[in-house]
């Protein structure tokens, strides 16, 4: 790589792109609606939330990460096409975590009217997974009794949704799991 004199920060660097070192160019401020453009351009079909989007994660994130964003949306709008519902599932499929931009996605659809949030749906489906991963972790001999606890707590967790009481958090359930 070339070294140059940053005309932002007038630094002796090596030359990332545009008269700029790397640090310079990551911090640009214009760098998320460039992406977007890039992005506008790559995409066969952009749907019609992305400038929203843009805005949306620019106001509220760093430059590096509503960059990084936009970027994780372009993918799964490339393989998974415009349809919010489909792009939050698969946020949200058994492999991915849902990490941040699943949630940036539960805040953003709703103030642009596009998909109801489903937060308790998503903390199940996560609470799941945890004690799934818990039971695989538990001695063979003790599985089945373990196993017959997990279902009666969410029986008894059922029977308090049932009847409009205080629903005990998945959390407690976890505990008890760990303990065990």
């Not at 160019?25 to 843009?54: G, M, T």
């Amino acid at each position: 790589m070339r070294t140059i004199s940053c005309s932002s920060c007038g630094a002796l660097r090596p030359h990332a792109g545009h008269g700029l070192c790397a640090p310079c160019l990551r911090n640009r401020p214009d760098r998320p609606f460039v992406y977007a453009e890039s992005l506008h351009r790559r995409l066969v079909d952009p749907p019609e939330f992305l400038d929203a989007y843009v805005a949306y994660v620019t106001e509220r994130f760093s430059v590096s990460r509503a960059t990084r964003l936009i970027a994780e949306l372009g993918r799964l709008l490339e393989s998974e096409g415009n349809e919010p519902a489909s792009i939050v599932r698969a946020c949200r499929s058994q492999t991915a975590r849902g990490g941040t931009l699943a949630r940036v996605l539960d805040g953003f659809f709703p103030t642009v009217g596009l998909v109801p949030t489903a937060r308790e749906d998503e903390e199940a489906r996560r609470a799941e997974l945890r004690r799934r991963r818990r039971l695989e972790a538990t001695p063979v001999g003790f599985v089945s009794a373990v196993e017959r606890s997990v279902e009666a707590e969410l029986a008894a967790r059922a029977r308090a949704e049932r009847l409009r009481a205080p629903v005990p958090r998945h959390h407690l359930t976890e505990e008890r799991l760990d303990a065990v």
